[in-house]
């Protein structure tokens, strides 16, 4: 059975010494290279701000890297904006894709966040999921090769 995780977070890469960019840069690599391994699928947006991530695949490891994530500082205040099993995945083409935030974007994970946490299950959160999935059906003008 397939299983997928949405969730939010405020993003704490400019808390670091190290470049964001190249923080960035490592979480996508490592994403990517252990995802492939656990046969997860999913997305990334990212803004300077914030991430929403999509992450679909097995149940009990989905539910494990979501707790590995829950343990990074690189993040802080994490919500799940929805989580079920699911009949087919709708990231299955990428082990990770990464998505920066056009404006539509930018302001979906805005809105979001000014309403968490009572919006989990919302208008908002199902804004940004819609946008998150227009965006890889859309041409990659909207994403990064970070």
Same mark, same amino acid.
Request: proline letters at 3%; a neutral charge; aromatic letters at 6%.
């Given at each position: 059975?397939?299983?997928?995780?949405a969730?939010? $977070?405020?993003?704490?890469? $400019? /808390? $670091?010494?190290?470049?964001?960019? /190249?923080?960035?840069?490592?979480?996508?690599l490592? !994403?990517?290279?252990?995802? !492939?391994?656990? =046969?997860?699928?999913? #997305?990334?947006?990212?803004?300077?701000?914030?991430?929403?991530? @999509? *992450?679909?695949?097995e149940?009990?490891? @989905?539910? !494990?890297?979501?707790?590995?994530?829950c343990?990074? &500082?690189?993040?802080?205040? *994490?919500?799940?904006? %929805?989580?079920?099993?699911? #009949?087919?995945?709708?990231?299955?083409?990428?082990?990770?894709?990464?998505?920066?935030?056009?404006?539509?974007?930018?302001? #979906?994970?805005?809105?979001?966040?000014?309403? +968490?946490?009572?919006?989990?299950?919302?208008? #908002?959160?199902? %804004?940004?999921?819609?946008?998150?999935?227009?965006?890889?059906? $859309? &041409?990659? +003008? %909207?994403?990064? =090769?970070?």
């Amino acid at each position: 059975m397939l299983y997928r995780l949405a969730y939010f $977070s405020h993003a704490r890469l $400019s /808390d $670091s010494d190290t470049n964001p960019q /190249d923080q960035l840069r490592q979480i996508l690599l490592t !994403a990517r290279r252990n995802n !492939a391994e656990r =046969h997860i699928t999913g #997305a990334l947006l990212s803004t300077d701000r914030y991430f929403a991530q @999509v *992450l679909e695949g097995e149940e009990d490891r @989905v539910k !494990a890297l979501y707790q590995q994530i829950c343990r990074d &500082p690189r993040h802080e205040r *994490l919500t799940i904006l %929805s989580a079920g099993e699911i #009949a087919e995945r709708q990231f299955g083409r990428w082990s990770m894709r990464h998505l920066t935030g056009d404006a539509s974007a930018r302001d #979906a994970i805005s809105q979001l966040a000014m309403h +968490l946490p009572q919006t989990s299950d919302g208008q #908002a959160a199902r %804004s940004l999921l819609a946008t998150m999935a227009d965006m890889v059906t $859309s &041409p990659p +003008l %909207s994403e990064t =090769h970070v």
